[in-house]
């Protein structure tokens, strides 16, 4: 470890499912019983906006009910102490980085305690329910929806992750499902300007292969162990 510098760390799904929040995709390929198709791409928001505000009302909702876990902890430490460069990247809409106290963050999918005018693409913070139609307190114009980053559309801040990716000397992929791109290509890239890998994760993912190390098991117990490696 004494030779690492620059780290990059990707969360996904698995890593707040371990809090209490329910991963998308669920049996069927249904989210939280829905079809991806109904509730996370702009063809649905353009057919059903109610339903859509709806369900991203309700998950934001649920943030009140749930804490940091250890793993959340584990990075927040990290990024507090570590001396290099270190960015973490997270799919995941939730604010339990955040909460847990990480600072050196990107949400890449956009955030639930976030609205977007979808006129002048202004992000506000926002705490409460977000109806169809609601204004945008910046252009006035009845725009505003989740911001959340549907199927289709390109993720935030792709330009900074790709920077990062290619200084990086470890990259870490925690609690991902290795099948959502361009999230899963990280390791490719990652590996391509030599950067060492590692995956903890629960099971196996699709991207295992691409690693040089995994580790398997719930991200509360590998986390915290592996940010006392690094530390230590």
């Known amino acids: 470890m004494r030779d690492l ?12 499912a371990e809090s209490g929040i329910a991963t998308f995709r ?53 990024d507090a102490a570590w001396p290099g ?19 050196r963050l990107i949400h890449m999918h956009g955030e639930l305690k976030s ?26 114009e009845p725009a505003l929806r989740p911001d959340i980053v549907f199927f289709g559309e390109m993720p935030y801040r792709m330009e900074g992750i790709e920077r990062a990716l290619a200084e990086a000397d470890l990259f870490v992929s925690i609690g991902t499902s290795g099948a959502v791109y361009p999230a899963a290509g990280f390791v490719q890239t990652a590996k391509y300007h030599g950067s060492r890998t590692l995956e903890l994760n629960l099971d196996p993912s ?16 590998l986390v915290p162990e592996w940010v006392d490696e690094v530390l230590g």
Do not use: M
Request: charged letters at 25%; hydrophobic letters at 35%.
């Open 5 to 16: 510098r620059n780290i990059v760390i990707l969360t996904g799904a698995g890593l707040s």
């Open 26 to 78: 669920g049996p069927g390929g249904l989210w939280e019983g829905h079809r991806v198709e109904d509730v996370c791409t702009p063809q649905a928001l353009a057919r059903d906006p109610e339903l859509v505000h709806r369900f991203y009302d309700a998950r934001r909702e649920k943030l009140a009910s749930v804490e940091p876990n250890p793993a959340h902890l584990a990075l927040a430490r990290l």
């Open 85 to 103: 460069e270190l960015l973490i990247v997270t799919q995941n809409v939730d604010d339990l980085h955040e909460r847990a106290g990480a600072k």
């Open 115 to 140: 609205a977007l005018c979808a006129l002048c693409g202004i992000r506000h913070d926002w705490e409460d329910s977000l109806p169809p139609r609601a204004e945008c307190p910046d252009c006035g």
């Open 206 to 221: 699709e991207g295992s292969a691409w690693f040089g190390e995994s580790r398997l098991g719930p991200a509360g117990k």
